[in-house]
Nanobody
Framework: QLQLVESGGGLVQAGGSLRLSCAAS????????MGWFRQAPGREREFVAQ?????????YYADSVKGRFTISGDNAKDMVYLQMGVLKPEDTAVYYC????????????WGQGTQVTVSS
């Protein structure tokens, strides 16, 4: 069973930066994609960014983070990163790492989440 563990969350002032990491373990297949999602209090979980994992490593971003966040990965280490810059209070949320299986693009594996709080 694939397990994902996030780290790197914390408290940061608006305009600051944070780097989230996601370590995958127990993998017996190669995911098609790895991604980051977030959930703010009282809101539904939303897409943040994703990266093709078994092909061209193309990246995709939500409009709200485009130009401020960068997703990257190290396939050999099975690590995914989210570099977050120019953080805003509205970026405050629990951030989740997610992985698809090897058959379709549905995210089937989720980490426990890491809290990011941006103060104004």
């Amino acid at each position: 069973q694939l397990q994902l563990v996030e780290s790197g969350g914390g408290l940061v002032q608006a305009g600051g930066s944070l780097r989230l990491s996601c370590a995958a373990s127990g993998r017996t297949f190669s995911s098609l994609r790895m991604g980051w999602f977030r959930q703010a209090p009282g809101r539904e979980r939303e897409f943040v960014a994703q990266i093709n994992w078994d092909s061209d490593y193309r990246t995709y971003y939500a409009d709200s983070v485009k130009g401020r966040f960068t997703i990257s990965g190290d396939n050999a280490k099975d690590m995914v990163y989210l570099q977050m810059g120019v953080l805003k209070p509205e970026d405050t949320a629990v951030y989740y790492c997610a992985a698809t299986g090897n058959l379709d693009m549905n995210y089937r594996y989720w980490g426990q989440g890491t809290q990011v709080t941006v103060s104004s």
